[in-house]
């Protein structure tokens, strides 16, 4: 079984400052990791992913997340904040075995300030 | 292509009353899921189906609600009678099976409010 956990149901940051939201997972088979975003009113949409290729996987704005094993962590980080990076993050995971589920953690505001 | 495409993008119904919502996955995908989103509970994955065959509907909330997939083009979820807390938007997404990822495709979902 599968399991996300998201730390803090909303960040704040300024812009221009780095963001980090916080992903932890828990899983009993190697696992697929996924970083979507989702701006007010619209579905949600792949920032990126982590299938058991590189382990720091770059996305699309500029995000990036980093796996790692030993902490069970997919950290999504971006350097520079922009006021359009303002939107609910959500982490989520699913077994390496095409065709399962994707298990989504309960998501992060993120709030951008100039 | 035009992505997942759901209808009605806003449903206002009364309590008692039968509400379905559509979705037209995107060509050539053949898993579809129905998700739930609302402020309390976040995202929770209701059921989804692996070419038209619902595989998992652990996550369906009670006998009121129920989904079929006639075809590989259209879904429906049906909720009959509906309640003022099934008020939500209700997330379609679909997936090719030949990804390798499972990566999902969102659509713009729907938002029902019962009054």
């Known amino acids: 079984a599968q399991s996300v956990t998201q730390l803090g149901s909303h960040v704040s940051v300024s812009e221009g400052a780095l963001v980090l939201l916080r992903c932890n997972y828990s899983s009993s088979v190697p696992p697929y990791l996924f970083w979507y975003v989702q701006y007010p009113n619209q579905g949600l949409q792949l920032l990126l992913k982590?299938?058991?290729?590189?382990?720091l996987v770059k996305g699309i704005n500029g995000f990036e997340a980093e796996f790692k094993k030993s902490e069970t962590s997919f950290h999504l980080t971006k350097p520079s904040a922009h006021m359009s990076d303002a939107a609910e993050y959500f982490c989520a995971v699913s077994s390496n075995q095409a065709g399962t589920a994707l298990i989504f953690g309960k998501g992060t505001t993120l709030s951008v300030s100039s | 292509d035009a992505g997942v495409i759901q209808s009605p993008r806003h449903e206002v119904t009364e309590m008692g009353q039968e509400v379905t919502l559509r979705c037209k996955p995107i060509?050539?995908?053949?898993?579809l899921f129905w998700y739930r989103q609302t402020m309390m509970r976040g995202l929770e994955l209701l059921i989804y189906?692996?070419?038209?065959?619902?595989?998992?509907d652990s996550g369906m909330p009670e006998d009121r609600f129920s989904a079929k997939m006639p075809n590989a083009s259209f879904s429906t979820l049906k909720i009959q009678p509906s309640e003022p807390r099934d008020s939500a938007v209700y997330f379609c997404a679909t997936r090719t099976g030949t990804s390798g990822s499972n990566e999902q495709f969102f659509g713009p979902g729907t938002r029902l409010t019962v009054l």
């Open positions: 189906f692996n070419n038209n065959v619902p595989i998992d």
């Open positions: 060509s050539g995908h053949n898993s």
């Open positions: 982590y299938t058991s290729a590189a382990t």
